[in-house]
C-alpha cells in the first residue's frame, strides 16, 4: 500500500476522524523519536518565548499569507 493510496483514502474520511488520525499519527511520530539535546532545547526556548509574551502570536492565515507571499503560490 503506498502512501498516495493511503492519504486518498484518509481524506475521505468525515473531518473529525481526520483530525484524530493526525493526532494519532504525530503522537507515534513524536513518542518514537527521541529528541536530541540541540532539539530539545530548542523546544524549551520557543515554549519559554511564549509563556513570556504570550500575545505575540500570529493566526494560522496570516502565517499562510506571509509564506505565499514569500515563496509563492
Known amino acids: ?19 484524530e488520525l493526525c493526532r494519532n499519527l504525530w503522537n507515534d511520530i513524536v513518542h518514537s523519536h527521541e529528541l536530541s539535546p540541540g532539539e530539545a532545547e530548542v523546544i524549551d526556548r520557543r515554549l519559554q518565548e511564549h509563556l513570556d509574551h504570550p500575545d505575540d502570536i500570529v493566526s494560522l492565515a496570516e502565517a499562510k499569507a506571509r509564506l505565499d507571499a514569500k515563496y509563492g503560490k
Do not use: C, H, I, T
Not at 502512501?3 to 484518509?10: G, H, I, R
Open 1 to 19: 500500500m503506498d502512501s498516495e493510496y493511503v492519504l486518498k483514502e484518509a481524506r475521505a474520511l468525515p473531518f473529525a476522524e481526520q483530525v
